[in-house]
């Protein structure tokens, strides 16, 4: 069996690393050819911790994190409606830490050692056909009149991208 991610957001690189993990190999097509721009900042509570550890990858990410120790709810004045202690509430499965998503991506993609990762190609269509499945794949970039590329196809669980 040959398995097709796509998507490398968290939930593709988190999904790679846990079938390396099994020692199973995957392809990972992703439509953008990079990290997410920016900084825009992540609040990972304990249970996202708890599956990082389980991924074997908390030290690495912890290193890039700032802990959050509490979570103040405000109405839309800012008026205080709420002060959570996190250890109060997630203590059970983890620390609660922040970090820019770009750097999360980043981890998790670094991370990924057996899995064959290709950016800036975006998944257009898929077809089951009696000997497996098709998917064609766009060849990114974009260009102002749609897309151009080729139709590479993984046919019957094979990956022939060109
Ligand atoms: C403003 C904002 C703030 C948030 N803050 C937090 C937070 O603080 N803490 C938290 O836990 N969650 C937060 N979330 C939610 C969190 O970001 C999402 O739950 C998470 O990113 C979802 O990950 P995903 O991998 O499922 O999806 P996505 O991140 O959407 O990843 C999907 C990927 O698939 C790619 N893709 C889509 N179609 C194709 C295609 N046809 N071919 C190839 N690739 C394709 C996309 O380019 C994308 O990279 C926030 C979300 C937003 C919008």
């Not at 389980?54 to 205080?80: F, H, N, W």
């Not at 060849?139 to 094979?158: A, F, I, K």
Request: aromatic letters at 4%; one cysteine or more; glycine letters at 12%.
């Amino acid at each position: 069996m040959q398995i097709l991610i796509l998507g490398g957001g968290i939930a593709g690189l988190c999904l790679a690393k846990a079938l390396e993990q099994r020692g199973i190999p995957a392809d990972l097509v992703e439509r953008h050819s990079g990290q997410p721009a920016g900084g825009a900042g992540l609040y990972l509570p304990g249970n996202a911790a708890r599956a990082l550890k389980q991924l074997g990858l908390l030290a690495d990410v912890t290193a890039k994190t700032a802990p959050i120790e509490t979570q103040r709810i405000v109405d839309s004045r800012g008026k205080p409606l709420n002060t959570v202690r996190t250890q109060d509430v997630w203590r059970e499965c983890g620390p609660c830490l922040s970090l820019p998503r770009n750097v999360l991506h980043a981890r998790l993609q670094a991370a990924l050692i057996r899995t064959n990762v290709s950016l800036g190609k975006a998944v257009d269509n898929i077809r089951q056909s009696p000997a497996g499945c098709e998917v064609a794949v766009w060849l990114l970039p974009l260009t102002m009149s749609g897309m151009t590329g080729c139709w590479p196809r993984w046919r019957g669980g094979l990956m022939t991208p060109t």
